[in-house]
């Protein structure tokens, strides 16, 4: 199975303040790289697929890079709906694992 | 609109076996496969099973292999989990997923795009 890390575990950031996670996997994944962030209490949602691209409907200022082993999910200026916990997750075989997940916490 | 919504949770004895299931409505359930996560108090995200639209392909993690079992009914447009022998690391709240296929410049990805609310399952004498 291919194993994913994050780093840092959790972050303390002001509104404002540009953010970056970064997701590593235990062997290449190509491109097949998703984000998702999940606020206290609720269901995960996706953020970013293809280690790059945003769905309809989620905000210019998240951005994701990445391919092979190395990638990253940048906020340009956080926002008060941001504080939450960001999870990375691969899809290249099964099963599709998640990273231990960044909490995003107010300074 | 997509709504999953989970059913069934609760408190279970050691060693006991609980049916979780979630309803599918607004999209044609039968096209898309679908998975089980979850998630223990205060833990991360940890994916559970797998089961694909006309259940011909079934997966598991290797932590509930040989006690757990995914099925889907598509007349019914629900997913099931029937959780046996259950421990107490097994504590968690369960959510279903549905698996679609993203494209972006002609390549597809597999995400999990909609989420139910979850539901608690509790493994404690």
């Known amino acids: 199975d291919i194993q994913m890390t994050q780093s840092p575990s959790s972050l303390s950031a002001s509104v404002g303040d540009r953010v970056t996670i970064t997701c590593r996997a235990s062997?290449?994944?190509?491109?097949?790289l998703n984000w998702y962030q999940q606020n206290l209490g609720k269901a995960p949602n996706l953020l970013i697929y293809?280690?790059?691209t945003l769905p309809s409907g989620v905000p210019s200022r998240f951005s994701g890079s990445g391919s092979g082993t190395d990638f990253t999910l940048t906020i340009s200026s956080l926002q008060p709906e941001d504080f939450a916990t960001y999870y990375c997750?691969?899809?290249?075989?099964?099963?599709?694992?998640f990273g231990p997940g960044t909490k995003v916490d107010i300074k | 609109e997509v709504q999953l919504v989970e059913s069934g949770g609760g408190l279970v004895q050691p060693g006991g076996s609980l049916r979780l299931s979630c309803a599918a409505s607004g999209f044609t359930f039968s096209f898309y496969s679908m998975n089980w996560v979850r998630q223990a108090p205060g833990k991360g995200l940890e994916w559970v099973s797998y089961i694909s639209s006309s259940s011909s392909t079934i997966y598991y993690s290797d932590s509930v292999k040989g006690r757990f079992t995914i099925s889907r009914d598509n007349a019914k447009n629900s997913l099931y989990l029937q959780m046996n022998s259950l421990r107490a690391e097994d504590t968690a709240v369960y959510y279903c997923?549905?698996?679609?296929?993203?494209?972006?410049?002609?390549?597809?990805?597999?995400?999990?795009?909609?989420w139910g609310q979850g539901t608690l399952v509790t493994v404690s004498s």
């Open positions: 293809g280690a790059s």
């Open positions: 062997q290449s994944v190509s491109s097949n």
């Open positions: 997923a549905r698996e679609a296929k993203y494209y972006y410049d002609s390549s597809g990805y597999n995400v999990f795009d909609y």
């Open positions: 997750q691969h899809s290249y075989s099964t099963p599709f694992t």
